[in-house]
């Protein structure tokens, strides 16, 4: 008869079948995780863009935070907004500074 193969049994034929899709599996497996690497490459050099970002950020406020720092305050005079946010933005900056180190070894470890 046409298109039976009198020497395959239903069970040998189903095998041959699961063999085939598990081949094909594995090759989408590994295409997608060559996608997952590439992902993960694109946002690992998009923290390191923004880790030189918010150093110049860091020291740019720092060197605003000096330069406030230079004027004489009126006595009793309150605060203004800008030299609140500039403390805060020194504050910040200094403990990015210091953990900075920490950080980059931790991922490159």
């Known amino acids: 008869m046409f298109g039976k193969n009198p020497g395959m049994s239903p069970l040998r034929s189903r095998k ?3 063999l085939a899709e598990s081949e094909l599996n594995r090759a989408q ?3 997608e995780m060559e996608a ?5 490459r694109s946002i690992h050099e998009s923290a390191k863009s923004f880790d030189s970002l918010a150093s ?3 020291a740019l406020v720092v060197g605003l935070a000096a330069f406030q720092r230079g ?3 009126q006595a009793g ?5 800008l030299q609140t946010i500039l403390k ?3 504050l910040i900056s200094s403990l990015w500074l210091a ?11």
Request: net charge positive; proline share 8%; glycine share 12%.
């Open 99 to 109: 953990l900075r180190p920490q950080l980059r070894e931790r991922d490159e470890g």
């Open 56 to 58: 110049s950020a860091a």
């Open 16 to 18: 041959q079948l699961l």
């Open 88 to 90: 805060g933005a020194g």
């Open 36 to 40: 997952i690497k590439t992902g993960i």
């Open 29 to 31: 497996l590994v295409v």
């Open 77 to 81: 005079a309150k605060p203004s907004w």
């Open 71 to 73: 004027k004489p305050a």
